[in-house]
């Protein structure tokens, strides 16, 4: 199969997410589990034989939520909310949250007390990881998770599940790094929106099927060129960030590509694999403790220092960054929070930022316009230095 065609596949499991999860449960029989927050421990649910997948936003205007959320939240939490008030998670067999800020918190509570699902589980993830009790702390709240597990479906997870659910998850990331390497190119065979596009899938598809055309799609990228100019070379910084057209419309009406992303759906995602260890919970725990931090998650050192800005930096120097678009949910306090600091940490590394801020839909035409002036404006700088 073509990459092009490859490629489109993982746009139309993003978009018929939902047919996707229903398909797959009919199919496979196993247990469909909605996740919010990127700390959920996959390999123990793929260790179960289930189908972990994120709960994403739809979207659209969020009035259902309006009396459960006040519209200073943010918009991503409500949005999730008011997809789950729809009935279009109706399918799932369970939702679990994992410790993370305290919007998603609400919007998980009104989830459980307002949208019948028959299984709920609240993952308590430290915020603190690098605490030195942050791993076991997690190995003990991992514990209880698969006796969770074990409890609701009526099956022991053995070491060699455990075995495999981690073999599933890491195979994963490895591919998808890989597919990464491909944009460190001068012109890289695959634009942004695409290689985000892989990880948006892999959150809501079964990665064993996911992990199959992983392969195939390394075996044609080496190929495929592409009938664009990669201009201005974008990294792009924040939350989730599912907003297609957005990323879109900069890559093909700004002569402008994004090469690299510090997203929860995009590399702060998958990055990070596991180490091998005997103990295959403590192994998992010391993966979520070490992983690239979100915001919410970067605390513990007792110097107060953080380490996701150096992650971030990296990637600007090995993918050749010449600007970052910092994004922020409105109302996100986490990301808001490390803004000022990102900002002085890329810009005194010679690397130009510019804000915007997200709704659930983002206007486009003002957007289209100021993402422009930044792009002249690097242009510019570059023509004169
Ligand atoms: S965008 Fe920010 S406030 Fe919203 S769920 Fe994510 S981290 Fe929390």
Redesign the pocket.
């Known amino acids: 199969m073509e990459a092009s065609e490859i490629l489109k596949q993982f746009n139309d499991i993003w978009q018929l997410r939902h047919e996707y999860a229903k398909d797959w449960k009919q199919k496979n029989g196993g247990k469909v589990v909605g996740c919010m927050?990127t700390y959920y421990p996959e390999e123990v649910m793929y260790a179960a034989g289930m189908l972990p997948v994120r709960i994403l936003g739809g979207h659209e205007a969020t009035s259902q939520a309006a009396p459960h959320m006040f519209d200073m939240?943010?918009?991503?939490?409500r949005d999730c909310l008011n997809q789950a008030l729809k009935g279009k998670y109706d399918y799932l067999d369970g939702v679990m949250e994992v410790n993370?800020?305290?919007?998603?918190r609400v919007?998980y509570g009104a989830w459980t007390a307002n949208v019948p699902t028959p299984w709920s589980y609240y993952f308590v993830m430290p915020n603190a990881v690098r605490s030195p009790h942050a791993k076991t702390f997690l190995r003990g709240e991992l514990v209880e998770f698969k006796k969770a597990l074990e409890e609701w479906t009526g099956k022991t997870i053995s070491e060699e599940d455990l075995d495999r659910g981690i073999d599933i998850v890491d195979t994963n990331r490895r591919l998808m790094k890989q597919v990464y390497e491909f944009r460190k190119e001068d012109n890289p065979p695959i634009t942004g929106t695409e290689a985000m596009t892989i990880v948006w899938a892999s959150q809501l598809m079964d990665k064993r099927e996911q992990n199959e055309m992983l392969k195939q799609l390394l075996e044609t990228l080496p190929e495929r060129k592409l009938d664009r100019e990669t201009g201005v070379r974008l990294m792009i910084v924040g939350?989730?960030d599912d907003d297609r057209e957005f990323l879109n419309m900069v890559e093909t009406e700004l002569g402008a590509t994004f090469v690299i992303e510090d997203h929860?759906t995009g590399t702060r995602y998958f990055w990070d694999e596991i180490t091998p260890q005997k103990d295959r919970l403590q192994a998992i725990a010391d993966r979520y403790c070490d992983r690239t931090p979100?915001?919410?998650k970067d605390w513990g050192m007792e110097d107060g220092s953080r380490v996701r800005f150096d992650k971030i930096l990296e990637f600007a120097k090995e993918y050749r960054v010449q600007g970052a678009i910092l994004t922020?949910?409105k109302?996100?306090?986490?990301?808001e929070l490390d803004i000022p600091s990102l900002r002085r940490v890329l810009e005194n590394n010679g690397i130009p930022c510019y804000f915007l801020e997200f709704e659930v839909t983002v206007p486009l035409g003002p957007f289209k316009i100021r993402v422009e002036a930044f792009i002249e404006q690097l242009l510019a700088e570059e023509l004169f230095a």
């Open positions: 927050c939240w943010c918009p991503f939490s993370t800020c305290l919007h998603m919007a939350s989730e929860c979100c915001p919410s922020q949910q109302f996100c306090d986490p990301h």
